[in-house]
């Protein structure tokens, strides 16, 4: 129901799904430019995701769509240790997580810095890396805007994957710059293929 929702308002194009790894721990990790881009992205993927989720967005009316996803509650303002060990044994377990290492939407659409918490886990859950690049979500649905605009066109790319041994050869420092790159990479192919 996603996928042709999203095809059909936002004339998704999605590159790379021969990427994904159908089995297996793994952690996606995607630039984030919308509320649009967790329904987007597990809407497009073939794979069952998790996702790491603000506490706050399980109150109210979106609550009971939120646990829909399978998404995990992290207490952003405490320490959020519960949410940690709850996706770290998601990933254990041979699951997908989807994370947005920026910490937040964007303000302009941009790729801001990533933050290095999902170092830990995919490293303690033997995970492969998956990048992810968006292009068209700030737009459809920037951050402040009550409602998304509908047609607006989104592109998604999967990027190069780095696999548990290739993270193993890698410090953290050389392993964020890698990332960083390869979730760049993946946004700049986003934007070409949202331009043809």
């Known amino acids: 129901m996603l996928w042709v929702g999203a095809k059909l308002l936002f004339r998704l194009r999605f590159r790379g799904q021969s990427e994904v790894p159908m089995r297996g721990p793994l952690v996606l990790l995607s630039n984030h430019q919308s509320h649009l881009d967790p329904p987007l992205v597990g809407g497009a993927l073939r794979r069952q995701l998790s996702y790491m989720a603000r506490d706050t967005l399980f109150r109210g009316p979106l609550g009971p769509l939120i646990r829909s996803y399978d998404a995990i509650p992290v207490d952003r303002d405490g320490t959020g240790l519960a949410g940690i060990r709850n996706t770290l044994k998601r990933i254990k377990e041979g699951g997908a997580v989807l994370l947005f290492p920026e910490g937040t939407r964007s303000d302009d659409g941009a790729l801001k810095p990533i933050k290095p918490g999902f170092i830990a886990l995919a490293r303690r ?24 605009r509908p047609f607006v066109p989104i592109a998604l790319v999967v990027g190069e994957p780095l696999s548990p041994e290739r993270i193993a050869e890698l410090d953290d420092d050389e392993l964020l710059a890698e990332v960083a790159r390869r979730m760049a990479a993946a946004r700049e192919q986003a934007v070409d293929l949202n331009r043809r």
């Open 125 to 148: 859950g033997k995970a492969t890396i998956l990048p992810l690049g968006l292009d068209g979500p700030y737009r459809a649905w920037p951050k402040g805007a009550r409602l998304p």
